[in-house]
């Protein structure tokens, strides 16, 4: 195990191919990895919380996969933002190119909203922005609705 795992918390890093009861475990069809990770808290009877993850990712290095699972909420509210606030609900392409490709118009777009509204975007100005694009808002409404927000935000 690397000094870098080890100061991740990683405890245990295995692969194994059966899992579970004898009844349950030559139903997986992969390699499975196991990581345990010492959270560095206690439980109510003082002993060391240790989470075991088991991933089908055996390529990343476990301290990531440690720190990932350690921000999994900042992960879990981008995507709820990126599908409630930007309206991507469904994934353009499936490809890693393709959904890089959607992530960064996302990135874009948001950035490009909050630099002209002054604020972070919500849904209602995501959608006051769509209807002016296909036409059901006219430029009054829309800078009606940005002074709104900027008054609102003063």
């Known amino acids: 195990m690397s ?17 579970g009861s004898d009844h349950k475990k030559n139903s997986i069809r992969q390699p499975v990895r196991v990581v345990k990770i010492d959270t560095g808290k206690l439980d109510d009877k003082d002993q060391p919380v240790i989470l075991v993850l088991a991933t089908s990712e055996l390529q990343l290095d476990s301290e990531l996969l440690a720190l990932a699972y350690k921000h999994r909420w ?24 393709g959904v890089t490709i959607q992530m960064y118009a996302a990135l874009i777009a948001s950035l490009m909203i909050s630099l002209w509204v002054g604020r972070k975007p919500t849904k209602r100005t995501y959608e006051m922005i769509c209807h002016y694009f296909n036409e059901w808002a006219d430029d009054d409404e829309l800078l009606a609705h940005i002074q709104k927000l900027q008054h609102h935000e003063a």
């Open 3 to 19: 000094p870098e795992a080890a100061a991740a918390g990683v405890i245990e890093d295995v692969i194994v191919d059966k899992i």
């Open 74 to 97: 900042t992960i879990e509210l981008f995507f709820r933002w990126f599908k409630c606030i930007l309206g991507c609900r469904h994934l353009l392409a499936h490809s890693k190119n």
